[in-house]
């Protein structure tokens, strides 16, 4: 699939959406979000700060309260994730593809 965003470029993380985007917004503190959201505001802090990834379960808990796809949350988190084991190629390197059969 072809994309127009600079592979050079770390996806944006979710959690930036919601701390630029998101939360300004609604006019709302991470505290009040988390209440919202039913979760620590260590775990909402956690995630604007981007030193935890998105879960599924997050996922569906923001879709739920911004009337969101949980998917689209979950595909940007899955785009930081990708881009991040690809800037370690030494991880995959013993990973030889199967050959297909002749």
């Known amino acids: 699939m072809k994309t127009l965003r600079n ?3 770390r996806p944006t993380h979710p959690g930036a959406v919601l701390r630029e985007d998101v939360l300004p917004a609604l006019d709302m503190s991470q505290t009040a979000f988390a209440e919202r959201l039913g979760v620590s505001r260590l775990t909402v802090s956690d995630l ?4 935890r990834g998105l879960s599924a379960e997050m996922a569906a808990r923001i879709g739920k309260l ?8 979950l595909r940007m988190q899955q785009g930081v994730d990708l881009w991040d084991v690809m800037q370690k190629p030494e991880k995959l390197a013993g990973i ?5 059969a002749a």
Not at 48 to 51: A, N, P, S, V
Not at 96 to 100: A, C, G, L, N, V
């Open 66 to 73: 911004l009337n969101t796809s949980p998917e689209s949350w």
């Open 7 to 9: 592979p050079d470029r």
């Open 96 to 100: 030889k593809p199967i050959e297909k």
């Open 48 to 51: 604007l700060l981007e030193k």
